[in-house]
């Protein structure tokens, strides 16, 4: 079987011979990859006009066309994912939109970046490991997510051990008082016990243990299949080899499952449970990552403008959910927000809240603006008040080229309420700098100034307009992997 593997762009437009043409196909192969890739939400399709081959993102305009009208050629196809997708025998790898200049077989660097991105927002956002993808008929067996977690979990924890507990006389164990005083003979010198004999105990582990040899088999199998599915590099794993033996060896499938829920009834440790019932879900299912069929395994996310927001808000020290006695302003925290209530609120919950006023009861709604980031900096001795919003998008703002890629009215007005919203506080902590900003990607090496977005009637109220600046992606998931802070005055707000 001839494994196909192939990058594509986030939210580039590709024809119908495009896929057909880069992963392989004939005109009924091609059909039903489409047609699978569709039903999982992770390629849509647009009308094929001049306006949507330039476009570089997808917008609520771009009604997505039915199958029928697919079928006839006169669409374009988008991959609304970042991350690997694997259908049957072909690896989709899915890199993100703002990589502009790169050609598709030269981003390794960039994805193997981007997939430890993915995996650190993943832990943060303790998102529970996806077995299945789709529903429905649309449900299939997730064996990529499924390998993934098991070889990063032996490369965690190690192999699954079953150990047991040995008492020797005068061993290298821990000593067992109780036992060596009830039960050895003791010598007495100057009122002191001499015990000849100690009793010690020591924990051995079972190199024959069935689970251990099970795991061990598993993780050479999902090795090989991380190998042949030619992704052991994107994803920065060494082949793992610790078993020649087959799954077959340990009896039929049934068999073998019946042992690990045994096994599961006598394990109390989380860990070890979350492990037993992965092997579970592998064994049961009995799926090959590189089968012919119409399911579809897939590691990444349809909404990687969240991982963008959460990179940024973690670089770029948010303060949103910090309680207010912990902001360490230069300033102490004004009396207004230093009562026993006040000062437990996080900043966030200061936003104030619609209230809706009737003819003889009002009530406060539960929901209010939220900005995606804010951060308090101390810049040459005094405290700044920046209101970010982190905007996955590529935005075109060049002389002689019109305005695409561009956050709406709605993004724009609500960066000013966020200044009103915080206006108290600002004015009550004396804060004289106060920025509004726009943080987008960009593949390049350096931060780029935009320019702003601004509106005359809000600016009248003497509201801040919002800069924009484009933010090296390389460099801020480096300081996202590795929990640092990038320095705020590098944005010349």
């Known amino acids: 079987m001839k494994v196909v593997s192939r990058y594509v762009r986030e939210?580039?437009?590709?024809?119908?011979?495009?896929?057909?043409?880069?992963?392989?196909?004939?005109?009924?192969?091609?059909?039903?990859?489409?047609?699978?890739?569709?039903a999982y939400g992770v390629l849509k399709s647009v009308k094929n006009t001049d306006d949507q081959l330039e476009m570089s993102d997808l917008v609520d305009d771009d009604v997505e066309i039915t199958d029928e009208t697919a079928e006839s050629g006169d669409c374009l196809y988008v991959f609304t994912y970042v991350g690997v997708i694997t259908c049957g025998s072909r690896v989709i790898k899915v890199y993100p939109k703002y990589l502009l200049s790169k050609k598709d077989d030269n981003v390794l660097d960039e994805m193997k970046q981007v997939v430890k991105v993915l995996e650190r927002y993943s832990r943060s956002e303790e998102q529970i490991i996806n077995v299945f993808n789709g529903n429905g008929e649309n449900r299939s067996f997730n064996i990529l997510a499924v390998i993934l977690f098991l070889i990063n979990d032996y490369?965690?924890?190690?192999?699954?051990?079953?150990?047991?507990?040995?008492?020797?006389?005068?061993?290298?164990?821990?000593?067992?008082?109780?036992?060596?005083?009830?039960?050895?003979?003791?010598?007495?010198?100057?009122?002191?016990?001499?015990?000849?004999?100690?009793?010690?105990?020591?924990?051995?582990?079972?190199?024959?243990?069935?689970?251990?040899?099970?795991?061990?088999?598993?993780?050479?199998?999902?090795?090989?299949?991380?190998?042949?599915?030619?992704?052991?590099?994107?994803?920065?794993?060494?082949?793992?080899?610790?078993?020649?033996?087959?799954?077959?060896?340990?009896?039929?499938?049934?068999?073998?499952l019946e042992?690990?829920?045994?096994?599961?009834?006598?394990?109390?440790?989380?860990?070890?449970?979350?492990?037993?019932?992965?092997?579970?879900?592998?064994?049961?299912?009995?799926?090959?990552?590189?089968?012919?069929?119409d399911g579809i395994s897939m590691f990444g996310t349809t909404a990687y403008h969240a991982v963008w927001e959460k990179a940024c808000a973690e670089v770029f020290d948010n303060k949103l959910n910090t309680t207010l006695t912990q902001l360490k302003m230069t300033v102490p925290l004004a009396e207004k927000y230093n009562s026993k209530t006040a000062k437990r609120q996080k900043l966030i919950d200061i936003i104030e809240k619609p209230v809706w006023q009737g003819e003889d009861t009002e009530a406060k709604a539960a929901d209010t603006l939220i900005p995606d980031l804010i951060s308090i900096p101390c810049v040459d001795g005094k405290d700044w008040f920046i209101i970010f919003d982190a905007k996955y998008y590529n935005l075109q703002l060049e002389k002689g080229k019109s305005l695409r890629g561009n956050?709406?009215?709605?993004?724009?007005?609500?960066?000013?309420?966020?200044?009103?919203?915080?206006?108290?506080?600002?004015n009550a902590h004396g804060i004289a700098e106060v920025r509004n900003c726009f943080l987008m990607p960009t593949e390049k090496k350096d931060i780029v100034k935009k320019g702003c977005a601004r509106m005359?009637?809000?600016?009248?109220?003497?509201?801040?307009?919002?800069?924009?600046?484009?933010?090296?992606?390389?460099?801020?998931?480096?300081?996202?992997?590795?929990?640092?802070?990038?320095d705020i005055t590098r944005l010349d707000l």
């Open 11 to 38: 939210q580039k437009r590709y024809t119908k011979n495009d896929l057909k043409s880069k992963f392989s196909f004939d005109e009924d192969g091609v059909e039903k990859f489409i047609k699978n890739l569709k």
């Open 155 to 256: 490369y965690e924890y190690g192999i699954y051990t079953n150990s047991e507990d040995i008492i020797e006389v005068n061993g290298e164990g821990e000593i067992l008082w109780g036992k060596t005083i009830d039960e050895s003979f003791a010598m007495i010198e100057d009122n002191r016990p001499y015990y000849m004999e100690l009793y010690t105990e020591k924990s051995v582990e079972d190199d024959m243990d069935y689970f251990k040899r099970l795991h061990e088999c598993v993780l050479t199998e999902c090795s090989r299949q991380l190998r042949d599915a030619q992704l052991d590099t994107l994803f920065d794993m060494d082949v793992i080899e610790l078993s020649e033996e087959k799954l077959a060896d340990f009896g039929d499938k049934e068999y073998v």
């Open 259 to 293: 042992r690990i829920i045994k096994e599961l009834n006598l394990q109390f440790n989380t860990h070890r449970q979350i492990l037993l019932k992965t092997l579970y879900a592998y064994v049961s299912q009995d799926r090959k990552m590189l089968d012919e069929n």
């Open 407 to 426: 956050p709406g009215v709605g993004d724009v007005t609500k960066q000013y309420l966020y200044q009103l919203a915080y206006k108290d506080f600002i």
């Open 456 to 486: 005359a009637m809000l600016e009248a109220l003497n509201l801040k307009n919002i800069q924009i600046r484009l933010i090296p992606a390389a460099e801020l998931y480096d300081n996202y992997l590795t929990g640092n802070h990038m």
